[in-house]
Protein backbone atom coordinates (compact mmCIF):
# COMPACT_ATOMS: atom_id res chain seq x y z
CA UNK A 1 0.00 0.00 0.00
CA UNK A 2 1.44 3.35 -0.58
CA UNK A 3 1.24 5.60 1.84
CA UNK A 4 4.17 8.39 0.87
CA UNK A 5 4.49 10.90 -1.33
CA UNK A 6 6.33 10.71 -4.77
CA UNK A 7 8.07 13.90 -6.38
CA UNK A 8 10.15 14.40 -9.10
CA UNK A 9 12.35 16.72 -10.43
CA UNK A 10 13.04 17.29 -14.01
CA UNK A 11 14.81 19.29 -16.30
CA UNK A 12 17.46 20.21 -18.67
CA UNK A 13 21.19 19.60 -18.20
CA UNK A 14 22.14 22.60 -15.68
CA UNK A 15 19.07 23.39 -14.42
CA UNK A 16 19.48 23.56 -10.80
CA UNK A 17 17.79 20.24 -10.30
CA UNK A 18 20.92 18.99 -7.74
CA UNK A 19 20.54 22.00 -5.54
CA UNK A 20 16.52 22.36 -5.39
CA UNK A 21 16.41 18.70 -4.22
CA UNK A 22 18.75 19.97 -1.42
CA UNK A 23 16.07 22.80 -0.73
CA UNK A 24 12.91 20.97 -0.94
CA UNK A 25 14.48 18.39 1.55
CA UNK A 26 14.89 20.68 4.09
CA UNK A 27 11.99 22.40 3.28
CA UNK A 28 10.02 19.25 3.96
CA UNK A 29 11.88 18.15 6.58
CA UNK A 30 11.19 20.95 8.56
CA UNK A 31 7.52 20.48 8.26
CA UNK A 32 7.95 17.25 9.61
CA UNK A 33 7.91 15.22 6.70
CA UNK A 34 10.68 11.72 6.48
CA UNK A 35 12.73 12.32 3.05
CA UNK A 36 14.19 9.75 0.89
CA UNK A 37 16.54 11.60 -2.05
CA UNK A 38 17.49 9.12 -4.90
CA UNK A 39 18.37 9.51 -8.23
CA UNK A 40 18.23 8.27 -12.11
CA UNK A 41 19.62 6.45 -13.85
CA UNK A 42 20.81 5.12 -10.66
CA UNK A 43 20.04 4.64 -7.22
CA UNK A 44 20.52 1.05 -6.18
CA UNK A 45 23.37 -0.77 -6.89
CA UNK A 46 21.80 -2.53 -10.06
CA UNK A 47 20.76 0.83 -11.51
CA UNK A 48 24.01 3.12 -10.84
CA UNK A 49 25.60 -0.34 -12.69
CA UNK A 50 23.47 0.10 -15.97
CA UNK A 51 23.92 3.52 -15.58
CA UNK A 52 27.75 3.54 -16.63
CA UNK A 53 27.09 1.39 -19.49
CA UNK A 54 24.41 3.67 -20.54
CA UNK A 55 26.69 7.00 -19.88
CA UNK A 56 29.94 5.50 -20.69
CA UNK A 57 31.29 8.30 -23.74
CA UNK A 58 33.02 4.95 -25.78
CA UNK A 59 29.63 3.45 -26.07
CA UNK A 60 29.11 5.74 -29.06
CA UNK A 61 27.28 2.81 -31.09
CA UNK A 62 24.27 2.20 -28.59
CA UNK A 63 20.49 2.47 -30.62
CA UNK A 64 18.13 4.77 -29.38
CA UNK A 65 15.82 1.87 -28.33
CA UNK A 66 18.64 0.05 -26.49
CA UNK A 67 18.88 3.57 -24.83
CA UNK A 68 15.67 3.89 -23.89
CA UNK A 69 15.43 0.19 -22.69
CA UNK A 70 18.07 0.64 -19.99
CA UNK A 71 16.60 3.28 -18.50
CA UNK A 72 13.44 1.76 -18.24
CA UNK A 73 15.32 -1.43 -16.62
CA UNK A 74 17.34 0.94 -14.21
CA UNK A 75 14.23 2.50 -13.43
CA UNK A 76 12.21 -0.82 -12.88
CA UNK A 77 14.96 -2.15 -10.36
CA UNK A 78 14.86 1.13 -8.35
CA UNK A 79 11.17 1.18 -8.69
CA UNK A 80 11.09 -1.95 -6.76
CA UNK A 81 14.25 -1.93 -4.00
CA UNK A 82 13.71 1.78 -3.34
CA UNK A 83 10.91 3.62 -4.94
CA UNK A 84 7.92 1.51 -3.51
CA UNK A 85 9.26 -0.02 -0.05
CA UNK A 86 9.80 4.62 0.76
CA UNK A 87 6.57 4.75 -0.55
CA UNK A 88 4.52 1.87 1.68
CA UNK A 89 6.41 3.19 4.77
CA UNK A 90 5.05 6.97 4.18
CA UNK A 91 8.22 8.37 3.45
CA UNK A 92 8.25 11.69 1.00
CA UNK A 93 10.68 10.60 -1.82
CA UNK A 94 12.62 12.83 -4.27
CA UNK A 95 13.74 11.68 -7.43
CA UNK A 96 16.17 13.53 -9.51
CA UNK A 97 14.70 12.58 -12.58
CA UNK A 98 12.21 9.80 -13.66
CA UNK A 99 9.97 8.93 -16.08
CA UNK A 100 9.46 12.42 -17.99
CA UNK A 101 13.33 12.24 -18.64
CA UNK A 102 12.77 9.56 -20.63
CA UNK A 103 9.48 10.76 -22.49
CA UNK A 104 11.47 14.17 -23.48
CA UNK A 105 15.24 12.48 -24.03
CA UNK A 106 14.41 9.16 -25.92
CA UNK A 107 10.29 10.03 -27.09
CA UNK A 108 10.48 13.42 -28.08
CA UNK A 109 14.13 14.11 -28.60
CA UNK A 110 15.67 10.58 -29.58
CA UNK A 111 12.05 10.78 -31.72
CA UNK A 112 11.24 7.04 -31.02
CA UNK A 113 7.94 8.74 -29.77
CA UNK A 114 6.49 9.78 -26.52
CA UNK A 115 4.06 7.30 -27.02
CA UNK A 116 6.04 4.38 -27.31
CA UNK A 117 8.66 5.16 -24.80
CA UNK A 118 5.72 5.58 -22.11
CA UNK A 119 4.04 1.77 -22.75
CA UNK A 120 7.81 0.63 -22.46
CA UNK A 121 7.65 2.71 -19.12
CA UNK A 122 4.52 1.66 -17.87
CA UNK A 123 6.06 -1.97 -18.07
CA UNK A 124 8.11 -0.39 -15.68
CA UNK A 125 6.47 1.06 -13.10
CA UNK A 126 3.39 -0.65 -12.77
CA UNK A 127 1.13 3.28 -13.25
CA UNK A 128 2.54 4.84 -10.22
CA UNK A 129 2.95 7.85 -11.51
CA UNK A 130 4.64 11.42 -9.51
CA UNK A 131 2.07 12.77 -7.63
CA UNK A 132 3.93 15.56 -8.31
CA UNK A 133 7.05 16.76 -11.12
CA UNK A 134 8.87 20.07 -10.60
CA UNK A 135 10.17 20.68 -14.18
CA UNK A 136 12.95 23.43 -13.95
CA UNK A 137 12.65 25.30 -17.38
CA UNK A 138 15.81 26.77 -19.04
CA UNK A 139 17.34 27.51 -22.49
CA UNK A 140 19.62 25.01 -23.13
CA UNK A 141 22.28 27.30 -23.58
CA UNK A 142 22.28 28.58 -20.19
CA UNK A 143 22.26 25.16 -18.90
CA UNK A 144 24.73 24.31 -20.70
CA UNK A 145 26.68 27.05 -19.70
CA UNK A 146 26.30 26.42 -16.32
CA UNK A 147 27.76 22.43 -16.28
CA UNK A 148 30.43 23.51 -18.05
CA UNK A 149 31.20 26.36 -15.72
CA UNK A 150 31.34 23.67 -13.16
CA UNK A 151 34.46 21.76 -12.57
CA UNK A 152 33.10 19.22 -10.35
CA UNK A 153 30.47 17.92 -12.72
CA UNK A 154 32.17 15.01 -15.27
CA UNK A 155 30.49 15.08 -18.64
CA UNK A 156 29.02 12.06 -19.59
CA UNK A 157 27.82 10.75 -23.45
CA UNK A 158 24.25 12.69 -23.41
CA UNK A 159 25.96 15.94 -22.56
CA UNK A 160 27.82 15.28 -25.50
CA UNK A 161 24.94 15.98 -27.76
CA UNK A 162 24.42 19.14 -29.90
CA UNK A 163 22.88 22.05 -28.82
CA UNK A 164 19.65 21.07 -31.45
CA UNK A 165 19.47 17.99 -29.27
CA UNK A 166 19.03 19.77 -26.24
CA UNK A 167 16.57 22.44 -27.26
CA UNK A 168 14.59 19.19 -28.38
CA UNK A 169 14.99 17.83 -25.10
CA UNK A 170 12.99 21.53 -23.67
CA UNK A 171 10.52 21.29 -26.38
CA UNK A 172 9.97 17.93 -25.36
CA UNK A 173 9.59 18.90 -21.54
CA UNK A 174 6.80 21.79 -22.82
CA UNK A 175 5.13 19.54 -24.26
CA UNK A 176 4.83 17.24 -21.47
CA UNK A 177 3.67 20.04 -18.94
CA UNK A 178 1.08 20.57 -21.25
CA UNK A 179 -0.08 17.04 -21.40
CA UNK A 180 0.36 15.98 -17.49
CA UNK A 181 -0.70 19.29 -16.37
CA UNK A 182 -2.30 17.62 -13.33
CA UNK A 183 0.88 16.71 -11.95
CA UNK A 184 3.94 18.75 -13.44
CA UNK A 185 4.67 22.27 -12.27
CA UNK A 186 6.46 24.12 -14.77
CA UNK A 187 9.01 26.65 -13.13
CA UNK A 188 11.41 29.50 -14.42
CA UNK A 189 14.81 28.23 -13.11
CA UNK A 190 16.34 31.75 -14.01
CA UNK A 191 18.01 33.68 -11.62
CA UNK A 192 19.72 33.12 -8.32
CA UNK A 193 18.85 29.33 -6.64
CA UNK A 194 16.86 31.86 -3.75
CA UNK A 195 14.89 33.07 -6.36
CA UNK A 196 14.56 29.59 -7.82
CA UNK A 197 13.45 28.18 -4.98
CA UNK A 198 10.79 30.96 -3.71
CA UNK A 199 8.85 30.20 -7.16
CA UNK A 200 9.52 25.89 -6.12
CA UNK A 201 8.17 26.40 -2.81
CA UNK A 202 5.08 27.98 -4.13
CA UNK A 203 4.23 24.82 -5.93
CA UNK A 204 5.27 22.54 -2.94
CA UNK A 205 2.82 24.56 -1.00
CA UNK A 206 0.00 24.47 -3.49
CA UNK A 207 0.58 20.61 -3.15
CA UNK A 208 0.42 20.37 0.34
CA UNK A 209 -2.41 22.04 0.62
CA UNK A 210 -4.52 19.67 -1.74
CA UNK A 211 -3.22 16.25 -0.25
CA UNK A 212 -2.42 17.19 3.16
P1 LIG B 1 23.33 12.94 -15.05
O1 LIG B 1 24.81 12.99 -14.88
O2 LIG B 1 22.55 12.43 -13.89
O3 LIG B 1 22.83 14.32 -15.57
P2 LIG B 1 22.04 15.48 -14.86
O4 LIG B 1 22.98 16.01 -13.80
O5 LIG B 1 21.76 16.45 -15.96
O6 LIG B 1 20.79 14.86 -14.29
O7 LIG B 1 23.04 12.06 -16.35
C1 LIG B 1 21.84 11.61 -16.66
C2 LIG B 1 21.68 11.76 -18.15
O8 LIG B 1 20.77 10.77 -18.62
C3 LIG B 1 21.12 13.10 -18.55
O9 LIG B 1 21.74 13.54 -19.73
C4 LIG B 1 19.67 12.80 -18.89
C5 LIG B 1 19.71 11.39 -19.33
N1 LIG B 1 18.48 10.60 -19.11
C6 LIG B 1 17.74 10.16 -20.20
O10 LIG B 1 18.08 10.45 -21.35
N2 LIG B 1 16.64 9.39 -19.99
C7 LIG B 1 16.25 9.03 -18.73
O11 LIG B 1 15.22 8.32 -18.57
C8 LIG B 1 17.01 9.50 -17.61
C9 LIG B 1 16.60 9.13 -16.22
C10 LIG B 1 18.13 10.28 -17.84
Known amino acids: ?30 LGHEI ?16 AIILDKSNTKMEGRTEALLYAAARRQHFVEKIQPSLAEGKVFICDRFIDSSLAYQGY ?27 LDVAPEEGLRRIHARSDREINRLD ?34 DEVFERVKGGLDRFLKQHI
Open 36 to 51: VTSREPGGIDIAEQIR
Open 109 to 135: ARELGIDEVLTINQFAIEDVFPDLTIY
Open 160 to 193: LESLSFHQKVREGYLILADRFADRIVSIDANGSM
Open 1 to 30: MRKGYFLTVEGCEGAGKTSVIERMSEYLSS
